[in-house]
């Protein structure tokens, strides 16, 4: 990508040959807005706008979808609490996202397309963007039902499907398979899980600053914008990390403090 | 009259027309197809000045920008446009609201054409936001001397998703409530501030404060519930409060890819 674009501008774009706007750039955009507005008549002709039946506070419609651009927050319900899924990852999405160009140093690739020169900017973005944002749209759309279950598009939608709640939280689970009374030591449960969340937030970012150490773009970041990427990352990587201990060992609760938060 | 008359005849006309003192009033420069009317065809139009009168010749591949930007601005447009025309027909009361849109839809002249394109285009402007933005980072159009111009267009990123989530609750149908109902319902989790939070009861025994009908769900909902006083509430959102700020976000945005040197390529 990045050679193609590099032939495709020439050796003296230091000095770049300049256009007139007027007719050059006006012809482009003039095209692109009456596709774009035949586009929209189109769709308004063919598709009306939804109008269900009247507000009724009483008539809880199952499912209740928010609109579709909030299906993925609605999809991050099922492996996180209201106020982590709702409020604080939500919040750290903005702040991610506006944190971007400071963090991100690499002069290289600014102003044309390219993977190789900003491999991991690129891969770290299209995963959420792509993935952990797009993709869980579409699932929340096409494949949520009654209860927030799984259902396949073209199967129907069963109000009464049974799915088994045999979620157990993290402590738990470690309590059993070490055979330790968890219910009656809630505080070794939490104490475990605190530990737990704290190595995950250290042990990796630590490793890879030490791993990286000869690496001239872990120095030229510097310890505060490697803390703040790190720290964005790690958190982001939560998310798939929670859904597949979902999926695989059917864990709810990393961390349970009784009575204040469960993440 | 023959061919040859009647085209000099035209050409007379046109130059009366041009030549005269109100043509010269309103157009301060010619039409012919030189460098300098040109620039002064952007220069002196005080819409089309928001460009610069020449630029650099990637800028206007598609294949760059995808349009996404400006067709982003356009859809905006065009939901001002249609959103002021439903606000004739429209009254965000409960007892009214819903009424008002069946009769908009079969009532009033092309009432289901107005509403149907409003709400195509705001989903469309959701979808062209977040297409801008992947554009941009794909191009890497927010690294110096862009970054505060990305910080503005996440900003302006959330204020869609904004303006859209308002807009969901007016029809006051089924959709609209529940809809809304799931949304708002997480702010009460908010730590510290919304009712069922972390840490909120710990709040409340301290000042007395943050219950459910003062947290900060009901600071949206104006309420307990998703009712009557929220209708008006995202109504005045939804109509003034949020495109105002929209439009001075873009403003910024706009005046800021000039003076940041136009679009962005490679050096
Ligand atoms: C209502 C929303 C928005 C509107 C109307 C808008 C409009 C525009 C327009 C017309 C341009 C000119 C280039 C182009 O068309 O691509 C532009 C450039 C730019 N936008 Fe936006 N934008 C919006 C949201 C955003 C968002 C969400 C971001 C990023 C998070 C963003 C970041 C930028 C940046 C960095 C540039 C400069 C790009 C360059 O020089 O190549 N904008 N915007």
């Known amino acids: ?263 | 009259m023959n061919i040859v008359e009647l085209k000099a005849k035209i050409q007379e006309i046109q130059k009366t027309v041009v030549d005269s003192y109100v043509w010269k009033s309103i157009f301060r420069h010619g039409y012919k197809d030189i460098p300098r009317n040109r620039v002064l065809m952007t220069a002196s139009n005080v819409f089309l000045h928001l460009h610069p009168s020449k630029m650099r010749r990637h800028g206007i591949k598609v294949s760059y920008t995808w349009c996404a930007g400006g067709l982003t601005f356009l859809f905006f447009l065009i939901l001002t446009v249609t959103g002021v025309i439903l606000m004739f027909y429209y009254r965000p009361v409960a007892e009214y609201a819903y009424v008002d849109m069946k009769y908009l839809q079969f009532d009033v002249p092309f009432g289901m054409m107005m509403r149907n394109m409003h709400r195509w285009a705001a989903h469309g402007m959701v979808i062209l936001v977040m297409l801008h933005m992947f554009r941009v980072f794909l191009t890497g159009s927010y690294k110096p001397p862009r970054e505060f111009n990305w910080v503005i267009g996440v900003l302006l990123l959330v204020i869609t998703f904004l303006l859209s989530f308002t807009g969901y609750l007016l029809p006051w149908d089924q959709l609209a409530i529940w809809a809304v109902t799931v949304g708002t319902n997480m702010a009460r989790a908010t730590p510290l501030m919304g009712h069922e939070g972390p840490l909120a009861e710990q709040v409340r025994q301290l000042t007395g404060l943050i219950t459910p009908r003062y947290d900060a769900r009901s600071l949206l909902t104006a309420g307990t519930v998703v009712g009557a006083p929220t209708l008006m509430r995202f109504y005045v959102l939804h109509c003034i409060f949020i495109p105002i700020v929209a439009s001075i976000l873009m403003i910024v945005h706009f005046w800021r890819v000039r003076k940041d040197g136009g679009i962005s390529g490679p050096l």
């Open chain 1, 1 to 263: 990508m990045a050679e193609k674009e590099e032939k495709m501008i020439p050796a003296s774009s230091l000095n770049p040959d300049k256009i007139h706007t007027w007719p050059h750039l006006v012809r482009v955009e003039f095209i692109a807005g009456m596709l774009a507005t035949l586009g929209l008549f189109l769709w308004s002709l063919l598709l009306d706008a939804p109008l269900e039946e009247p507000a009724n506070p009483t008539k809880t419609p199952n499912p209740s979808k928010a609109p579709w651009y909030f299906l993925g927050l609605q999809e991050m319900l099922v492996y996180f609490d209201p106020w982590m899924a709702g409020v604080v990852l939500p919040s750290l999405i903005i702040v991610g996202l506006m944190l971007i160009p400071y963090i991100d140093i690499n002069k290289k690739g600014a102003g044309y397309y390219t993977f190789r020169e900003r491999k991991f900017a690129m891969s770290v973005f299209c995963f959420g963007f792509l993935i952990l944002w797009i993709f869980l749209i579409f699932l929340g759309v096409f494949f949520r039902g009654p209860g927030w279950n799984f259902f396949m598009p073209w199967e129907e939608w069963n109000p009464h499907k049974v799915v088994a709640l045999t979620n157990i939280d993290l402590n738990i689970f470690v309590a059993q398979t070490l055979g330790i009374d968890a219910l009656r030591n809630p505080w070794v449960g939490c104490g475990f899980g605190l530990v737990l969340i704290g190595a995950y937030y250290s042990i990796i970012p630590a490793f890879y600053y030490l791993k990286g150490k000869t690496m001239p773009v872990i120095q030229e970041l510097g310890l505060i914008r490697y803390n703040i990427t790190a720290f964005l990352f790690v958190t982001m990587m939560a998310l798939p990390i929670k859904m597949i201990l979902r999926w695989t060992l059917n864990i709810k609760y990393v961390l349970v403090i009784p009575g204040i938060l469960n993440i």
